[in-house]
């Protein structure tokens, strides 16, 4: 359910690719243009810093050899620059860098290998040790960096032809924190056309890596972060002047190419690249990106100095072209969720206890509430009160077939607990007496579950352990996808703006039979419940929580 304009994919071509007598010397099928300025880019060399140095300095020496003659600005590592975080390992990454020094300056990205994994915290003590700070800080084109004393995330700028660029070098799973910075650097910077490097962003499949599709795609295995479809979301659509984006990490069939228009107009090139599974831990290829002396032709190669040699498939040697903002507002698309308000709306107005309405402001759906004792209430305030977990204590029952016709939903709510313990008590419930039913329960306090069945037959997230307490505020938010995850029905769940769990399930959502729908029993007090006809995204579902219980996202949109 992900939105943008355009989207360009190139066949996969597999890596054991033969090279043929007439592309051993480079440049040959497409030759190097006088006036052009080359980027070099190094995909995971995790492998040469362990096993095969050699192919390591092949290609820093290449690069240093002919910076001059191929007019070679920039240097980029996508990550994984060592196999273990071993001071030996980061002595021949130092060493090869070093060929560099004085001649081409370069951006390191992080990558998973590069963190001390027995750290308590996420830990580059020996990237920091063997690039200081200081160092780098000499270079004329470097801009600075996230956090001071540490190389994880950092920005350079630089000329290209006649344009200016930056580039922005991202730690893997970039932590909010750190996008936020990154988004007031591409602000600040509105007038440099960018490129961002990062570990892991685009997936062997030519899609981004989206935790939420229901597979183990994930940029960071330590499962922190933003993956590539949230910084797709957060991060480089929102920006007019963003070019290009650069990952690695995949080893497994690691090409990947995709285009997509971002929200100014602009064509975003999302490229990754991955040779460690090859011979010698990649045989020293490197990519290349030459920007033509017209401003707008970027030609992309990859080559190694250790063999003289070229990869031609339709991922290694290709040109597109910069297509830049034609838009001063940003556009959406026309199924941007932030435009589609909810089908059914409750905000629990008015004062009252049993036989109280409680008003559905958006739709028809108005509910009643059923107070035996009379202790539950709305307080006037906008919350609802229910008391108990006992039903006679409060529920509200509302309409029948509110499903009916719909094979998407999302059921949106904000409640406090309010007892200490709980037995399986439904927060919300869309379905039968029997066994066909759709909700969110509470089996204890902090054991939740979202859940589809039908015939009895029950698919189901269930989270333990969850913080919870009375008196402690909630956002849940479960989502049922009709094509979620390669067109199969995909069931999320998220608490407090997160994503906590998603399931692909063979259960058909028009299959629930809603004849008795209701809120309760639970002992809770409610400040707002939402029903949607589409699957929230991940984003709105950020936006919503943020929002809080009394402002629709369309308010705050932009």
Wanted: include cysteine.
């Amino acid at each position: 359910m992900r939105h943008f304009l355009k989207r360009i994919t190139l066949a996969l071509i597999v890596l054991a690719v033969s090279v043929c007598a007439a592309d051993r010397t480079l440049g040959q099928k497409l030759p190097w243009v006088e006036g052009s300025t080359t980027i070099a880019v190094l995909p995971d060399t995790q492998y040469y810093s362990q096993k095969y140095p050699d192919n390591f300095k092949a290609q820093t020496s290449w690069i240093a050899d002919n910076h001059k003659k191929r007019n070679i600005a920039y240097v980029w590592h996508l990550g994984d620059i060592t196999q273990h975080d071993t001071p030996e390992q980061w002595e021949v990454a130092k060493s090869c860098f070093g060929m560099l020094d004085g001649k081409v300056p370069y951006a390191l990205a992080t990558g998973n290998h590069d963190y001390d994994d027995n750290a308590p915290k996420r830990d580059t003590t020996l990237l920091t040790r063997h690039f200081p700070l200081e160092a780098v800080r000499q270079w004329p084109t470097f801009g600075g960096v996230q956090q001071a004393g540490v190389l994880d995330n950092s920005f350079h700028l630089l000329g290209i032809g006649q344009q200016k660029w930056i580039i922005l070098s991202l730690e893997i799973g970039p932590r909010d924190e750190v996008v936020a910075w990154a988004n007031s650097v591409l602000e600040q910077h509105a007038d440099r056309l960018a490129i961002i490097v990062t570990h892991a962003y685009l997936f062997r499949n030519n899609t981004r890596y989206d935790h939420t599709s229901g597979h183990s795609q994930r940029a960071s295995p330590h499962g922190w972060g933003n993956d590539g479809e949230q910084l797709w979301q957060k991060l480089v659509r929102r920006h007019r002047n963003t070019m290009i984006v650069l990952s690695g990490h995949v080893s497994t069939g690691g090409l990947g190419y995709l285009a997509s228009e971002a929200d100014y107009g602009n064509v975003v090139h999302q490229m990754m690249v991955d040779y460690e599974k090859m011979r010698g831990g990649g045989m020293a290829y490197l990519r290349l990106l030459e920007f033509l002396p017209d401003g707008k032709t970027v030609q992309v190669r990859t080559y190694s100095p250790a063999l003289d040699a070229v990869l031609s498939s339709e991922l290694e040697e290709f040109r597109f072209t910069l297509e830049l903002a034609d838009r001063d507002t940003p556009k959406r698309p026309v199924d941007d969720p932030f435009y589609r308000r909810p089908i059914h709306r409750y905000s629990f107005d008015g004062s009252g206890t049993s036989g109280a309405k409680i008003v559905d402001s958006i739709g028809d759906a108005d509910g009643v509430l059923h107070s035996e004792t009379g202790r539950s209430a709305l307080d006037g305030e906008g919350r609802l009160a229910l008391a108990s977990n006992d039903g006679r204590d409060g529920v509200v029952e509302l309409p029948p077939e509110m499903l009916d016709g719909h094979d998407e939903v999302s059921v949106e709510v904000w409640f406090t607990p309010t007892a200490d313990h709980y037995n399986w008590n439904s927060v919300w419930r869309f379905g039968d007496d029997g066994g066909d039913f759709f909700w969110y329960t509470l089996r204890t306090l902090t054991a939740h579950r979202a859940e589809i069945a039908v015939a009895g037959d029950n698919h189901d997230i269930q989270r333990k352990g969850i913080p919870a307490a009375p008196g402690k505020p909630m956002h849940v938010v479960v989502t049922y996808d009709a094509d979620g995850s390669d067109g199969q029905p995909l069931l999320r769940c998220y608490r407090d703006g997160a994503l906590v769990g998603a399931l692909v399930t063979s259960k058909q959502l028009r299959d629930v039979d809603d004849t008795h729908n209701r809120l309760g029993p639970v002992a809770a007090t409610f400040d707002e419940l939402r029903v949607y006809d589409y699957p929230l995204s991940p984003v709105h579902v950020e936006r919503t929580f943020a929002a809080g219980p009394t402002r629709l996202p369309e308010a705050d949109a932009n």
